[in-house]
């Protein structure tokens, strides 16, 4: 994907699909997937189709041209004997763009390093790219400095002036080429001068507009320096050579356009380093007359950019510090030498079957930067069975203790709870014996002094009448005491007449308890037809009303069940306990077949399958056994070490030596980063 939006965006910028294409093989991949070919050439074709159709219904052009047409000689475009000129216009240009190179990554460093221009920057994040505007459009006013520039011309129009195919040195000139020369010179300079300063304002400009926070390409502002170079360099063989170069008894005229093509090639060659750019320029100009001055330019600019500094992409990943895997040099010899074993992390923060959700969450605590986990055995063998990313295993934690399983867990014990209070209720139900007395001494007295009581503090009474129906009363083994009615008492109690048995209390709180039951109810009916409900109620059987506020209208339906769950404290004591329980690791996805190394894989191999596959973590095993872990970090390091002739040592990672592999369980109290940042997917 991102090899196709990269050729999408250069072939509809430059109009350029070939060009765009194996533009974002060079710059994005170091192995490139033939799969994809077709799948960036077809997003780059209708990109580039799109962008000219465009500029044909909106812009008036005539019709579907390069980007910027020139019109170089077909039969001549060039001597044999200025190939060395175009030749040295590589050479100059690789030079140019790795000096470019290092000057933006200096100001950068400079920009990032400095704490006081930093702070004030971070306080004031518009004025510095206000400061950096205003500089420039007050550089670029035509009136002023804009005209040692070509400040009046948009930058399409100065790259169709720079690849013109007349000399600006001529004396004689037509009124056309008057019109593109007046851009370039002034009452007090000429045309060299000018080129000499708008290369240097482009070179300087470009570096410090690159910084603000705004988009901004850096191919084409290297384009216009290269164009530039190579227009002065063409320029100065024209009044070197005004009537052209003689070879085999034919004159070829010298094209100064054609040079700018080359120099523009060549020097967004040596910047970006990719060779691909001279297809760009090829579908850009429309011609391909310089195609062999192109080629020359552009391979000579980047052996020489290479040798000297990194591309602009790599410098800026550099810059940011970004996962970056250099290349490993033909003359290091540590490739061979150094294994994975000497630069690996032994510390291996890992899982286990048998661990408690406990220690897991604690391991998840300690290690937030780590996005997986290898899963072993058991700690004593540490055989690698795969591993888990860290968002399963937060997944896991949360099922296992999250809201919906606790609800669940409170639902089951309300449920045994009431189980158990029905069987205690059947106990309580049976028939005692005949003989049992119980004294209750002045218990009626008592009793009705109670309800009287409880009858004053509720605000309802249910209307039954006073008597219950006789068919109920004769299904009860006790008798009914007359000019009492059984609903003066709202809670069981005993009676004087329980001498007879005692069973007549326990039918008469039942009664009582089913007949203040079903006032309740009807209370709550009645309260949801009024709006206005009985103060006295309880929280509980109340039902709740939202109050309406006067922007929205929108009605609360509460569940008609009560969702149980458990107290502060239940809940606590249940997290604790179910935190001690195992982790069930296949509940959760797991990767069988992590990528693993062996103990003795040399540098260059562990460098070719990283590139290649383009994993950014390995695990390294020995006999199945979990051992290691390298990551891009500390393979870019051991590269670099390799590189520069310093070999790493195979306990440097280690805090206490040597480390054995039943020592890798222990936890270490400070990671390294480079340990947090293997498992980064």
């Known amino acids: 994907m991102l090899a196709a939006a990269c050729a999408v965006g250069v072939a509809s910028c430059f109009a350029a699909p070939v060009g765009g294409v194996l533009f974002s093989i060079e710059v994005t991949t170091t192995y490139f997937a033939v799969r994809n070919y077709w799948r960036g050439f077809f997003a780059a074709v209708c990109g580039a189709t799109m962008f000219r159709l465009m500029a044909v219904w909106f812009q008036s052009a005539d019709t579907v041209t390069a980007v910027f047409k020139t019109n170089f000689y077909m039969d001549f475009p060039f001597d044999p004997q200025e190939l060395f000129v175009f030749a040295l216009i590589g050479a100059i240009s690789g030079l140019g763009g790795a000096f470019y190179v290092w000057v933006h990554r200096q100001y950068v460093l400079f920009m990032r390093k400095s704490k006081t221009i930093n702070s004030f920057l971070q306080k004031n994040r518009f004025l510095y790219p206000g400061i950096v505007t205003l500089c420039v459009s007050t550089l670029t006013f035509p009136p002023g400095t804009g005209q040692f520039l070509g400040g009046d011309l948009t930058t399409h129009n100065q790259v169709v002036t720079l690849f013109s195919n007349f000399s600006w040195t001529k004396t004689n000139h037509t009124p056309y080429e008057e019109s593109i020369i007046k851009h370039w010179k002034t009452d007090y300079t000429g045309v060299i001068f000018c080129l000499h300063i708008y290369i240097i304002f482009t070179f300087i400009a470009s570096i410090i507009c690159s910084t603000i926070p705004v988009p901004a390409g850096a191919f084409i502002p290297v384009f216009k320096i290269g164009a530039a170079i190579g227009r002065v360099v063409g320029e100065l063989m024209h009044l070197w050579f005004p009537h052209g170069m003689r070879y085999g008894g034919k004159v070829a005229d010298i094209i100064p356009g054609g040079y700018a093509t080359v120099g523009a090639a060549a020097f967004s060659g040596s910047v970006t380093h990719t060779i691909s750019v001279s297809v760009i320029v090829f579908e850009m100009t429309g011609q391909i007359t310089h195609i062999i001055p192109i080629m020359i330019a552009v391979l000579i600019s980047n052996a020489i950019a290479s040798l000297l500094a990194p591309s602009m992409y790599d410098s800026i990943i550099l810059i940011k510090r970004l996962p970056y ?135 309802y009474t249910p209307n039954f009448g006073t008597q219950p129906k006789k068919s109920i009363l004769k299904k009860t083994n006790s008798f009914t005491l007359k000019g009492i009615s059984p609903f003066m008492g709202t809670s069981p109690g005993h009676t004087p007449y329980s001498t007879v048995t005692g069973a007549e209390s326990r039918f008469r709180s039942a009664f009582e308890a089913i007949f203040r039951k079903s006032a309740q109810l009807q209370d709550v009916e009645r309260n949801d037809s009024n709006p206005v409900l009985d103060t006295q109620l309880s929280l509980e059987d109340r039902p709740q009303i939202i109050p309406m506020s006067p922007s929205t209208s929108k009605k609360v339906q509460l569940p008609k069940e009560r969702v149980c769950d458990m107290s502060h404290e239940d809940q606590k004591k249940w997290e604790e306990e179910e935190m001690q329980i195992p982790v069930e690791f296949t509940a959760c996805h797991i990767d069988p077949a992590p990528f693993q190394l062996v103990e003795r894989t040399s540098l260059l191999k562990v460098h070719s399958l990283f590139s290649m596959v383009g994993v950014n973590h390995a695990y390294v095993t020995a006999i199945g056994r979990l051992v290691g872990v390298v990551g891009l970090k500390e393979l870019r390091k051991a590269i670099e070490d390799a590189n520069s002739g310093n070999l790493p040592q195979a306990d440097a990672l280690n805090s206490n030596g040597t480390v054995s592999v039943n020592d890798i369980k222990e936890p270490l109290e400070d990671v390294d980063d480079s340990a947090q940042l293997v498992s980064k997917a």
């Open 325 to 459: 895997l250099p290349d490993l040099l033909p003359s290091s010899s540590g490739m061979y030498s150094i294994y994975v074993e000497d630069f690996m992390i032994r510390d291996i923060k890992y899982i286990f079957h048998g661990m408690s959700y406990e220690e897991l969450k604690q391991l998840l605590k300690e290690n937030r930067r780590l996005q997986s986990f290898p899963l072993v055995d058991k700690p004593e063998s540490m055989v690698l069975l795969g591993s888990i990313q860290r968002l399963q295993l937060i997944q896991l934690i949360e099922k296992h203790i999250g809201r919906e399983r606790r609800l669940q867990v409170a639902a089951i014990r309300q449920k045994e709870a009431a189980e158990k209070a029905r069987l205690q209720s059947e106990e309580r139900k049976r028939r005692p014996s005949r003989f049992q007395v119980t004294p209750a001494p002045d218990m009626l007295q008592r009793q009705l002094s109670e309800n009287q009581l409880e009858a004053h503090q509720h605000s």
